[in-house]
């Protein structure tokens, strides 16, 4: 039975993991890696503590699983998106630390462009995204603007820029291959979906040079060839985003399917096929994958702010529950929120609502009200949120959710993904195996080695754990929302108070 390799590079750690074409786990692997906060706001990570790190989390898995390089038929990469880094193509040093996904040091040079109207109608039309320092443009910017002789050497030719699946690409291949793929490429502010292409206005609007970009090429077939030590001769054949990785992971590869990643926000994608739909409600436009014909599948996506946080605050703030596991039996000692309703709004309100300055709530309460009411308000606020964010999806593409498909550490709460599915009228599907980010990549490598035909063979190699299916009346369910709507309004009126 063929292997993949899947070196799956997050914020906080460096994984791999070797799959089979069941995509049953063989051999796991993990290390942590070290966050840097020079000054309020910043975040980097080393690259080189990356590349080391995940080298050797590598071999560890596949040594976990007692094979060697010539029973891998391939290499998935995915990774935390929009990190950025640029490195001297000749020595292959960064020039200064990874400027990770989660640092502001741009804030106020993008919210510049967000004030000029015209300016973020392009950057709308022409890269589905807004104009936020979350993505990779105002980044590299910044580091050609502030390391000493980064310009002048970018533009002769003698850098190189990458997110951080292209980093480790060119790190694998010992410096021979530089090259993003499509879904990576769609989350940099500079990646034109539509054209294909780096978009040349874009560069000259946040002036960087064509000569310091990767070649895009497709998430699956021929990237590369490894030559490092212990993975010399393996192909890498798969890179794709951590998102839409657990989106192909989950087998959510037609027009219509979605998944939803209950982490500590709830990252929600939707396939809308060959179409780039544009959102009226704040979304973002996104490549999912894009296969070696050049054929693209394009998804919405959306966040919640505070999912699995919305649990570690009943935890660590209140103090109600001592892990975040004693959640479920606690909301579940009851039968409902006895009028109890919480809206998690900690940081503001994402997709939809767009309010930074709403502020968490907790209405309803009488002097009946118990520790398990709260609980089980929480559970019940984070599902709402996920319903507000799918309709709104849903009235964005002109489609109807089928299934959602489920992973992340808070699906594993029998009563949120039951909340979820009575909320949304849909099936919930949670599959056996939840490591769908990493499988995703790995799915590519095995359609990139010729282990699997394309896409639509990657639902059949997961086993579903639970189906839920809604069995709540209604009217009840009409009473839920009606309840949660009201109380939104009022957690955005407290920004006035």
């Given at each position: 039975m063929a292997l993949m390799l899947a070196l799956d590079e997050g914020t906080t750690s460096c994984r791999a993991i070797v799959f089979n074409e069941d995509a049953a786990v063989k051999g796991l692997a993990q290390s942590p890696i070290e966050q840097h906060f020079p000054e309020p706001g910043w975040v980097e990570h080393d690259a080189l503590e990356i590349r080391d790190k995940q080298l050797a989390v590598a071999q560890q898995a596949m040594a976990q699983a007692g094979v060697g390089q010539r029973d891998i038929a391939g290499i998935g990469i995915t990774n935390q998106r929009e990190t950025v880094v640029i490195w001297d193509r000749s020595t292959g040093q960064p020039i200064y630390n990874a400027i990770v996904w989660q640092d502001r040091r741009t804030a106020d040079r993008m919210a510049t462009l967000k004030a000029?109207?015209?300016?973020?109608?392009?950057?709308?039309?022409?890269?589905?995204?807004?104009?936020?320092?979350?993505?990779?443009?105002?980044?590299?910017?910044?580091?050609?603007d502030h390391v000493d002789g980064a310009r002048s050497a970018a533009?002769?030719?003698?850098?190189?820029?990458?997110?951080?699946?292209?980093?480790?690409?060119?790190?694998?291949t010992g410096g021979q291959v530089h090259a993003t793929d499509a879904s990576n490429a769609s989350r940099t502010l500079l990646y034109n979906i539509h054209d294909r292409c780096w978009d040349p206005e874009l560069l000259r609007c946040f002036e960087i040079p064509e000569a310091l970009l990767p070649q895009v090429v497709p998430c699956w077939g021929n990237l590369?060839?490894?030559?490092?030590?212990?993975?010399?001769?393996?192909?890498?054949?798969?890179?794709?985003?951590?998102?839409?990785?657990?989106?192909?992971?989950?087998?959510?590869?037609?027009?219509?399917?979605?998944?939803?990643?209950?982490?500590?926000?709830?990252?929600?994608?939707?396939?809308?096929?060959?179409?780039?739909?544009?959102?009226?409600?704040?979304?973002?436009?996104?490549?999912?994958?894009?296969?070696?014909?050049?054929?693209?599948?394009?998804?919405?996506?959306?966040?919640?702010?505070?999912?699995?946080?919305?649990?570690?605050?009943?935890?660590?703030?209140?103090?109600?529950?001592?892990?975040?596991?004693?959640?479920?039996?606690?909301?579940?000692?009851?039968?409902?929120?006895?009028?109890?309703?919480?809206?998690?709004?900690?940081?503001?309100?994402?997709?939809?609502?767009?309010?930074?300055?709403?502020?968490?709530?907790?209405?309803?309460?009488t002097r009946g009200?118990?520790?398990?009411?709260?609980?089980?308000?929480?559970?019940?606020?984070?599902?709402?949120?996920?319903?507000?964010?799918?309709?709104?999806?849903?009235?964005?593409?002109?489609?109807?959710?089928?299934?959602?498909?489920?992973?992340?550490?808070?699906?594993?709460?029998?009563?949120?993904?039951?909340?979820?599915?009575?909320?949304?009228?849909?099936?919930?599907?949670?599959?056996?195996?939840?490591?769908?980010?990493?499988?995703?990549?790995?799915?590519?490598?095995?359609?990139?080695s010729g282990v699997f035909d394309g896409p639509s063979c990657i639902a059949e190699h997961g086993t579903i754990d639970r189906q839920f299916e809604p069995n709540h009346d209604a009217q009840q369910v009409s009473g839920v929302i009606a309840r949660w709507q009201r109380a939104v309004h009022r957690s955005r009126s407290l920004e006035s108070d």
């Open positions: 000029d109207p015209a300016m973020s109608r392009e950057l709308r039309a022409r890269t589905g995204l807004l104009a936020d320092p979350y993505f990779a443009a105002s980044k590299a910017q910044w580091l050609l533009e002769a030719g003698q850098l190189a820029m990458g997110t951080i699946e292209c980093w480790l690409l060119w790190c694998l590369g060839e490894a030559n490092v030590q212990g993975l010399d001769g393996i192909g890498v054949r798969g890179m794709i985003g951590d998102q839409q990785s657990a989106l192909l992971g989950q087998g959510a590869v037609a027009r219509g399917q979605a998944k939803i990643t209950y982490g500590t926000g709830c990252f929600l994608l939707l396939n809308t096929g060959d179409e780039a739909v544009t959102s009226n409600n704040g979304l973002l436009t996104t490549i999912g994958w894009m296969s070696p014909d050049g054929a693209v599948t394009y998804a919405l996506e959306g966040s919640v702010f505070m999912g699995g946080a919305t649990v570690q605050w009943l935890r660590d703030g209140l103090g109600i529950i001592a892990t975040a596991q004693d959640v479920s039996s606690l909301a579940e000692s009851v039968p409902d929120t006895g009028g109890v309703v919480l809206v998690p709004a900690f940081v503001g309100l994402g997709a939809p609502h767009w309010n930074a300055d709403a502020r968490g709530a907790l209405l309803g309460m009200t118990t520790h398990a009411h709260i609980a089980r308000a929480a559970l019940e606020g984070v599902a709402c949120s996920v319903h507000d964010l799918l309709h709104a999806m849903e009235q964005d593409a002109g489609v109807k959710l089928s299934a959602l498909q489920v992973d992340g550490g808070a699906s594993a709460s029998n009563l949120l993904m039951q909340m979820q599915a009575d909320l949304l009228n849909v099936p919930v599907v949670r599959p056996t195996m939840l490591e769908t980010t990493a499988f995703g990549a790995a799915a590519a490598a095995g359609m990139g």
